[in-house]
Nanobody, 122 residues
């Protein structure tokens, strides 16, 4: 069974960069589409980015397009989210998810990590 664990979050200033990682300790995630979502207190879970199982197709939320990049490293069973030019509105818990197909709906994904906190503040 897929077991996901995120890392790489932290407190940064506006304009800074962070790179999040999501590792699957079961080493089966290579067969799944992967996505990043984020959630802030009092808000619904929001789609951020997704990548298909082969790594050949990616899609992004309009709010992060051009600033965030999703990628995957099969040898390391890891999916990354590189975040540039961070803004205060990017502050949230970032969660990675695995599913059979990519898409922006959280219900498409079967497995979820616990999340890593990203705080953008001066």
């Amino acid at each position: 069974q897929v077991q996901l664990e995120e890392s790489g979050g932290g407190l940064v200033q506006p304009g800074a960069s962070l790179k999040l990682s999501c590792v699957d300790s079961s080493r089966t995630v290579s067969a799944y589409a992967m996505a990043w979502f984020r959630q802030s207190p009092g808000k619904e879970r929001e789609f951020v980015a997704a990548i298909n199982w082969s790594g050949t197709s990616r899609n992004y939320a309009d709010s992060v397009k051009g600033r965030f990049t999703v990628s995957r490293e099969f040898a390391e069973n890891t999916v990354y989210l590189e975040m540039l030019s961070l803004k205060p509105e990017d502050t949230a818990v970032y969660l990675c998810a695995a599913g059979r197909t990519t898409g922006s709906r959280a219900g498409l994904y079967d497995y979820w990590g616990q999340g890593t906190q990203v705080t953008v503040s001066s």
